[in-house]
Each structure stands twice: as structure tokens, then as C-alpha cells.
């Protein structure tokens, strides 16, 4: 069993240290597990020394944010060399994009009538993600008789749900920022050695996009995380047809947070056998 997409606290939205989330993969008996932290390989070193200790495979990743035909996409690195100058570069120049957008940010959400303190949305580090901006909103009591987000308070997933709907880019209250290219991070990642495959599809697509995903494929998207919490079980099955009829691999994966996403439990994911690992391993060395 293996669990492809998971976050450490190198994401500005995770929780949990790499020696912890090796712990919670061994409790949960995974033989395998990959790092993707947003556009940060800052924790992989670590995780996979606490990897070996433990028994453990981790794989080298990222999760890179793209923007293709204004869509919001997130591609995965998977086996990418951590190391690789280009890799380190193109993080340093997201991170310190990141952080110079935190006060626009800030200042489109409170233009937009919410109330939030600088400090809620640096809580989980110095490079908060969009739901750190929405948690922050709904953590502060001046917001409690905000209309908007009473229609969103008894959902689940509620600040996630509402970070999508209007924070993330391309959303009405983003404070936009530098975000690369699809064909950009897709060469990134092969030219670093890595296999690139695309994020939870549905979160930002839907169905009748695979026009989209075919022009990623020309681009040299090598796979699509088929299986995934983002996906319904008929997301999933589309995905998955997409994938064998296209020739690519279809990976699977939980996005593990953390407190960030409480729903979300490591591991959880379907058709997570050892096999995606093998395939993944095999278009590695094959290109």
C-alpha cells in the first residue's frame, strides 16, 4: 500500500514533521509514501533518512502550482533530483513570490469586507496557501454575521470549500501573483529527472476538459492522479479511462495535510497497491 501526495510542514498549509509523517505511514502500514510539499523540496532530505529508518521508501517530489488557459492546475515531480540547481532556483524565486504577495493578499480579502489578522495567516509558517487565508477569515468572531460565509459555515470542508471558490487563483478575491507555466514546470521536472503527473484533475477541471489534458500530454504529462479525496468514485473511473486510453500512468494519492484538511487521513486513497511505484520507477528510467 502507497500514498503518493502527502504534505509535510514545509507546505504553508501542513502540519507535521517528516520523522512524524514517516511514523503515521508505518503505523498505517504504507510501504511506500511521496513528498510533495508546495513548491518546496525543502523536507525531502529528511524524510527519506527517517524513511530508511523506519522501513519506509519515500519518494523525492514537489507539487508545483501552474497556470495553463487560465486554470489553476498542480502538477507533481515524482523521483525528481532534489538536488538539481534548477529545482532549489525555481523554488527560491515561488517562495519569495509567496511572501511578497502575503500583505496584497491580506489587503484584497479585507477590500472584499472580511475581517483577518496577519499573524491567523502566518500561523503554519511563512508561506501560507490560499487556505490559510480562508481559515484565517473564519477563525476571526468579526466575521461571524458575514453573509457570505454563512452560506459556507455548515458545509463540509467548509474553509476549503470556500478557499476554492474565491481565493485561489483565477478566483474573484485573489491578490494575483507570479504563477509558471504549465509547459514551464513540466519541463522543469523532466529535465530534473522526475516524472511529471497531474494533480487532482476534478479539483480545478471538469470532466469536459480532457481537450486540456490533451494538450498537457503533448506538453510531456507522463500521468494523472486518478485516484484521490478530491475525486468522486465516477471522477476517479474517468480518470482512470483517461489514463489507459491515453497510454499514461494513473497514480493515486490522499493529500495529506493535516489539520489544514481534518477529513483527509494518510493513506486514504483506492487502488493504492505497490504497483504504481514500480510504473513510476519504469517511465523514470525510460526517458
Request: hydrophobic letters at 35%; glycine letters at 6%.
Amino acid at each position: 500500500m502507497v500514498d503518493l501526495h502527502i504534505h509535510t510542514a514545509a507546505s504553508g498549509d501542513g502540519e507535521y514533521s517528516p520523522q512524524e509523517i514517516v511514523k503515521l505511514a508505518k503505523t498505517n502500514q504504507l510501504q511506500a509514501i511521496a513528498i510533495t510539499d508546495h513548491d518546496t523540496v525543502y523536507n525531502v532530505e529528511e524524510a527519506i533518512y527517517w524513511g530508511k529508518n523506519c522501513g519506509i521508501e519515500v519518494i523525492p517530489g514537489c507539487e508545483f502550482s501552474t497556470i495553463y488557459k487560465e486554470k489553476w492546475l498542480h502538477v507533481l515531480g515524482y523521483f525528481i533530483d532534489y538536488t538539481h540547481p534548477d529545482i532549489t532556483h525555481w523554488c527560491d524565486i515561488i517562495e519569495k513570490g509567496r511572501k511578497e504577495n502575503i500583505d496584497a493578499q491580506i489587503a484584497r480579502l479585507r477590500e472584499a469586507g472580511f475581517y483577518l489578522d496577519k499573524e491567523k495567516v502566518l500561523e503554519n509558517g511563512p508561506q501560507p496557501m490560499p487556505i490559510c487565508y480562508s481559515q484565517a477569515i473564519f477563525l476571526d468572531d468579526r466575521n461571524t454575521h458575514n453573509r457570505l460565509l454563512n452560506q459556507y459555515r455548515f458545509q463540509d470542508n467548509h474553509i476549503l470549500q470556500f478557499c476554492i471558490d474565491w481565493i485561489v487563483t483565477g478566483r474573484p478575491y485573489n491578490a494575483p501573483r507570479y504563477i509558471p507555466g504549465v509547459q514551464d514546470v513540466i519541463r522543469l521536472i523532466v529535465q530534473s529527472g522526475g516524472v511529471p503527473v497531474l494533480a487532482h484533475p476534478a479539483a480545478t477541471l471538469s470532466i469536459s476538459d480532457d481537450s486540456l489534458l490533451r494538450d498537457l500530454l503533448e506538453f510531456g504529462l507522463m500521468g494523472i492522479e486518478a485516484f484521490t479525496t478530491w475525486h468522486t468514485k465516477e471522477q476517479e473511473d474517468h480518470y482512470f479511462q483517461f489514463c489507459r486510453k491515453s497510454g499514461i500512468i494513473a497514480t493515486c494519492g490522499s493529500d495529506f495535510h493535516g489539520k489544514s484538511k481534518p477529513h483527509i487521513r494518510i493513506g486514504q486513497v483506492r487502488n493504492n497497491s505497490y504497483e504504481v511505484v514500480e510504473l513510476l520507477k519504469w517511465l523514470n528510467c525510460g526517458k
